[in-house]
T-cell receptor
């Protein structure tokens, strides 16, 4: 059973527009959520995180929204840039503020069109 | 600053052979993780160490996979014997504490294993 789901395998967005990546989870025990970005032949790179006690966290062009009642989170990238083209993974942790092992979704391949 | 070294970067073996991967996290980081990422999937946790001790190995196929972390620094992950379905990227990670009191996991570049 997949506890973290990213239902869009790929997403194409024009440069300068907003990119919205979605993630759903089923495990009510998850209390810390993270987004990672991955380029080919590299390990995942941490992007942004959010604790379950918050509903929004911003870092520059990146904003993560958490809707606990819907068990849904989303990553907004504004404005989208060509360097944002990568695979984005949603991940979750049950405890430890991210120190425990993470459960990942399958990823969404974001393509920024010039 | 975070940084994780892994070797080799690529490995091709035949099924039933043995293979070992090595990870060197940033010195002083007590927690170390090994993840397996199969093509088209997200990383899956195999094992988590705290210093020399195992915190979580519930998803490690212990009949063929083993891992150790001597002296709480470097770690090795071994597969013996390998199966075709072990073809994947093996990622090592450590954690970095933030001022907010949370943690961020930092990953190495991974070892891509192909079993033929």
């Amino acid at each position: 059973d997949q506890q973290v789901k990213q239902n869009s395998p790929s997403l194409s967005v024009q440069e300068g527009r907003i990119s919205i990546l979605n993630c759903d989870y089923t495990n009510s025990m998850f209390d810390y959520f993270l987004w990672y970005k991955k380029y080919p032949a590299e390990g995942p790179t941490f992007l942004i995180s959010i604790s379950s006690i918050k509903d929004k966290n911003e870092d520059g062009r990146f904003t993560v929204f958490l809707n606990k009642s819907a068990k849904h989170l989303s990553l907004h990238i504004v404005p989208s840039q060509p360097g944002d083209s990568a695979v984005y993974f949603c991940a979750a942790s049950e405890s430890g503020g991210g120190a425990d092992g993470l459960t990942f979704g399958k990823g969404t391949h974001l393509i920024i069109q010039p | 600053e975070a940084g994780v070294a892994q070797s080799p970067r690529y490995k091709i073996i035949e099924k039933r052979q043995s293979v070992a991967f090595w990870c060197n996290p940033i010195s002083g980081h007590a927690t170390l993780y090994w993840y397996q990422q199969i093509l088209g999937q997200g990383p899956k946790l195999l094992i988590q160490f705290q210093n020399n001790g195992v915190v979580d190995d519930s998803q490690l196929p212990k009949d063929r996979f083993s891992a150790e972390r001597l002296k709480g620094v470097d770690s090795t992950l071994k597969i013996q014997p390998a199966k075709l379905e072990d073809s994947a990227v093996y990622l090592c990670a450590t954690i970095w504490g933030t001022a907010r009191g949370s943690y961020e996991q930092y990953f190495g570049p991974g070892t891509r294993l192909t079993v033929t």
